[in-house]
């Protein structure tokens, strides 16, 4: 279905007369002026207007009826050199989701959901418009099975691109264990232009068999090109209240259509190892630190620090900082980002600093600013405003100016 | 023996251990609006993990992929989209407009057009579920090279040649730069045709 007969569809589900709703009905709109830096374009300037919509309404007697839908439509102020799918005269339109939700279409065994959504399961996530069933209660306790197929949709550059014959299918199956452990499998398949273009399976295994630990292994195979595209092994440990430290290995490969000419080098694997460390203290205090190292071709490897605390002194008062270190293959980056928010009657004041200081290899460096302030007011429970404005100083940039103003819409 | 195998058996040595019967996720709508630190008073001593913490935001998508999942629980699908997919109506207060003026996740640093080129090479999996690696990278690449070819400053990596046939040294190089990371290779270079204009690679399939 294209855009605009979408898009309608959803602005009349959102005009139906209440009565003919029934249940519980959320709508949520929120008209938006934002301002930009586009260093493609001509005009680097860049304004434009959006509007939202949001719609999730609940039927039926047990409230297993869901209907949800969410888009925007926005209106380019200033031009552009882009060439996207347009609805008119620099109007773009995209809907993220619009479907509908039936649990127990088939009591205690079969739910459906058909429209657009994103499917997250079957090895290949992606956004579909199609259906998806799901079963349960069937077999063993435990067990449960889905399947979905449907034209696969990209949203790229404000709208979505154009279809392009482009189909996904898929399906899963999953058994819950003792131990608070979960086994789940996973096909899907892509089509593009009619030919296959891609295919993988993947194993999901999950395990926490006492609260303080747990375990997570996935494994997923490339069909296309015989080769596993990605392999993790994770552990978290939590000896005492709040402390958690967790323990990750992680490759991957890259994956490229079957038409691609990419697809038949045999390249190396990437492979990272990972230690973390977080700590809560209550509300008032988060700690976090890890440590991971990457590894490359041809001895090529990086080394990556992060850490940071979140502080709530007060309960209306929250300060966040974090620190990330990055050196090694492709380059070097420095980047400490710092956020402080608080609240006063019906307002939020928000504020920030990130400071980058990059070195990629052989090319270009320097460091990045960004400062940013942000106005949040809840007029009522229905209303609300917000203005935030950003200064960036970039490689590109001496200095640049983005933001927006909006109001958003509770009903 | 290889990380590859030893990764393998690790899952099913995991596999072994997890292996009989069950346990479900309750329905948490009921909790939709409780902050995620006030999770613990319930999940104390019985038995689940605390999650939603500082790693949360690499390891969520492992919670998103399974059937049934209770992310929706409390999540509306715009959560996801808006991160995904540069929606501004769940909004970050924190969150960068990008130059075509959608919102940006955190995981994109200051002036995140230089920085890319480091953040990329970590994962390049990681890039690739919000965008298509095939396209969003060689459209913005095709039109920065259009515009300004110098304006791109990466490494130089022109093919050299030596009586007419390629440089060895060059060839070591672009083998190395290409097995380290193929998929940045694509960015600029998405189709055969680039590659086969000096008659490299002639007898490989693919487009």
Redesign the interface.
Known sequence: MRIPRMMAVLIVALALPAPARAGQVEV?S?T?Y?R??????DTTD?H?L?Q?L?L?ATFGEKGNIRV?G?G?I?GQLTE???TSNQLGEHLYG?L??LSVDVRDLVPGLLDLKAGR??V??GTL?AIVDGAQV?L?GFG???L?A?AFAGRRV?????SE?PFDDDWLMGA?A???????????V?WAREYRAGALSREAVA?????????M???????QWDLVSSR???????V?V?PI?GL?L?GE????A????R???????D??????GLV?V?Y?W??PL?L?A?YAR?R???D?S?D?IQG?FALRPLADLLLDVSY?H?SG?????G?I?G?L?YVVSRA?L?G?V???D?R?????D?T???Y?A?V?VDISKAFAV?V?A?R?E???FDHNY?G?A?L?VHL | MSSLRKIFIAVAALAAVAWAPPARAEDHRQYADTKPEDCTECHRGSGVMENHGVAFQSDHRLAARRTPNNCGDCHLESWCSDCHHGGNLDRRPSSSLSRRGEAMPSSHAADAVSTHAIKAAQDARSCARCHDSGRFCSDCHAKQIDRNRGGMTIKPHAPTFLGGLPDPTWVAFHRGEARRNLASCQACHPSKSDCSNFACHPSLGGR
Do not use: C, M
Request: glycine share 8%; proline share 3%; no cysteine.
């Open positions: 949520t929120s938006q934002l930009f830096a586009d260093f493609l374009s860049q434009e959006a939202y949001r999730n949800q969410y925007r926005t552009a050199n882009e995209r993220y989701y959504s994103f997250g399961h996530p799901a349960h063993p306790a435990g449960g889905t990209f949203l790229d550059n404000k691109l899963s999953s058994y819950d264990l003792a131990l608070r452990s979960r086994a789940e996973g194993l999901d295994l999950t395990t926490t068999p006492t609260s630990v747990s375990l997570v292994g996935r494994a596993a595209s990605e392999l993790l092994l994770g978290k939590a209240q958690v967790r290995v992680f490759q991957s890259p994956i490229f259509d038409d691609s000419f990419y697809r038949y080098f390249v190396e694997q990437y492979l990272q973390g977080e809560r209550g509300p988060r976090y890890s990457e490359f071709d041809a090529q990086a990556v940071g990330e990055r293959f492709a380059g070097k980056l980047g980002r956020r928010a939020t928000s920030g990130d400071y980058d990059f990629r290899q052989d090319s270009r320097g990045a600013k960004k940013w942000s949040n917000v935030r950003e960036n970039t490689f590109l983005q927006y909006l958003d």
